[in-house]
């Protein structure tokens, strides 16, 4: 499988190496672009084998000890792409996944992001710079940035003959990134623009549900995994939502509280049982995580607004959507 696919994303058999001795020592399976600024590591696995936690440390090391910036680990079906020069665990440092290689689309996607030509120039960090500018920038305005705000209204307020609060310019702000129409990604994925399509029965991301909130009406979580944790079986979004803060990193604890909105006076986790007037949460859910007791208040939210909860809390931590996979199926309609 490995060869093949090197072969057809532009590599000459010259520019890939297997089974070299690196330079920390080590044995990677493949040296793509040896020698060169631009070299990445493939670690290879039997097409039956899971991609656990060992071996992306495994493919993790060998990229780091042979100064490489990417490094990839598949088992021929599921393809992983980690940037180790990214902050946090092995989970933040998956930047991209092609869960199973059938799948044409999502196979073009990923696969075609390690092409000869995109690697030489740098596309695949400078799309990955892009990302966490864009994460960053959204986060920012959603929580109404007062320099951000301040900015826009002294330029604002001069272009328009009228009054400009910091109240209208963050109004306007929190609106315009929930449409998340005119902040598309620098670097568009190929398929950007189209709609994202979700099979039943199937794992999808976060991500993908939070662009197609509407998918999650009428239909419940099986399982769910990520985040550097195996698929552990689900039957509502509450236990999603318990799932992925659990297995947040533990250096995000310092987050807490978080709210529900940029401006809400309600604690989506927090803690203690409180909010931020004082009240008490509504049957909160305690969640173990990193040592401490987390109170979260999950109820009162639809699944399209858990689901949205979820993506923000990911994002505000530095996490991907994209490091969290679903697996749902429609509800049996009532006889």
């Given amino acids: 499988m490995i060869e093949p696919i090197l072969r057809a994303l532009g590599y000459e058999d010259l520019e890939f190496r297997k089974r070299v001795q690196g330079i920390g020592g080590d044995y990677p399976d493949y040296l793509v672009l040896p020698g060169s600024d631009h070299q990445w590591v493939l670690e290879a696995k039997e097409w039956d084998a899971r991609l656990d936690e060992r071996c992306e440390r495994q493919a993790v090391n060998y990229a780091n000890n042979n100064g490489a910036q990417w490094a990839v680990l598949t088992n021929g079906k599921t393809w992983r792409v980690y940037n180790t020069r990214a902050g946090g665990d092995l989970s933040q440092q998956r930047v991209y996944e092609l869960a199973d290689i059938s799948e044409v689309d999502g196979g073009a996607e990923v696969l075609s992001r390690l092409s000869r030509d995109l690697m030489m120039c740098g596309?695949?960090?400078?799309?990955?710079?892009?990302?966490?500018?864009l994460a960053a920038l959204k986060e920012a305005l959603l929580d109404g940035d007062p320099k951000i705000v301040e900015a826009m209204r002294s330029v604002i307020g001069r272009m328009l003959d009228m009054h400009v609060s910091c109240e209208d310019i963050k109004?306007?702000?929190?609106?315009?990134?929930?449409?998340?129409t005119s902040l598309a990604p620098l670097v568009p994925a190929p398929e950007e623009g189209k709609p994202v399509v979700v099979a039943d029965r199937r794992f999808c991301t976060l991500a993908d549900l939070v662009k197609n909130s509407d998918y999650c009406t009428g239909k419940r979580p099986t399982r769910v995994r990520g985040l550097g944790a195996e698929a552990v079986d689900a039957s509502t979004w509450r236990d999603v939502a318990v799932f992925v803060v659990e297995h947040s990193p533990a250096s995000a604890l310092d987050r807490l509280p978080f709210a529900a909105g940029p401006s809400a006076k309600r604690y989506f986790l927090n803690l203690e049982p409180k909010h931020r007037d004082g009240r008490q949460m509504r049957q909160p859910r305690v969640i173990s995580w990193a040592g401490a007791r987390v109170y979260a208040e999950l109820a009162d939210y639809s699944a399209k607004e858990l689901v949205a909860l979820l993506g923000r809390w990911l994002r505000s931590i530095g996490a991907d959507p994209e490091a969290v996979e679903v697996e749902i199926q429609p509800e049996r309609p009532q006889s």
């Fill in 123 to 133: 596309q695949l960090n400078k799309e990955y710079r892009s990302r966490k500018i």
């Fill in 171 to 180: 109004d306007v702000l929190t609106a315009f990134v929930r449409a998340d």
